[in-house]
Every structure is written in C-alpha cells, then in structure tokens.
C-alpha cells in the first residue's frame, strides 16, 4: 500500500521556521522525484519545490527561493522541506507528492499538513 504522510506543519509566528517531513512506503521512492506542493484556500494548487531522485538537483518557485529547502533522504525514504524567514503568504496546506516517468507515469500524493503563519 502506497502511503505518504506528511507531518511538521503547524502555527508559526513571521519570521520563524519549520520543517515539513514526509515519510514513504510501498514504493521504490529511491525511484521517484519528490516534491512539495501547496494550496492555500480559494487558490490553485501551487508547486513549491521538486528534488530529483538522486537528489542531486533541486528547483524552487521564486517566492521562496533562499528561504526553503528540499532535502531527501533515501534511506529513510523521507523528504524534508526546511522552511526559513515564513511570511503570512506562505500559509497554506503542503503536500507532497512522488513522481516516476517511464514507460509508465506513476504519481502519489500525501494528505496534507498545515502550516499557518501569523502573529
């Protein structure tokens, strides 16, 4: 059974910092591209940051590049999302999601987990 599941989220004054893990299981994550999206409410899904299987390449929307991090651990078969400097702006619901293109195109997606900043 695939499973992704998020935790981390939370309420964060600006300016503070959390970090966002999402553990997997049932699949070959070694395998797969992750990512993190995330939606805040009346907005579309936004895609936040991606890291490549390896990990040896990673990409960020521009709204928070110097601010947050992709990291993966395969092992642990974990990807983290380090999130520095948070603005009300950031508040949203992060998902994570695990991507194979190959003969066949295999997406996954975690429930979800909130972030909220605000004073």
């Known amino acids: 059974q695939v499973q992704l599941v998020e935790s981390g989220g939370g309420l964060v004054q600006p300016g503070g910092s959390l970090r966002l893990s999402c553990a997997a299981s049932g699949f070959a994550f070694s395998n797969y591209a992750m990512s993190w999206y995330r939606q805040a409410p009346g907005k579309e899904r936004e895609l936040v940051a991606t890291i490549t299987s390896t990990g040896g390449s990673t990409t960020y929307v521009d709204s928070v590049l110097g601010r947050f991090t992709i990291s993966r651990d395969n092992a642990k078969k974990t990807v983290y999302l380090q999130m520095n400097s948070l603005k009300p702006e950031d508040t949203a619901v992060y998902f994570c999601?695990?991507?194979?293109?190959?003969?066949?195109?295999?997406?996954?997606w975690g429930q979800g987990t909130q972030v909220t900043v605000s004073s």
């Open positions: 999601n695990a991507k194979f293109v190959g003969m066949l195109t295999r997406v996954y």
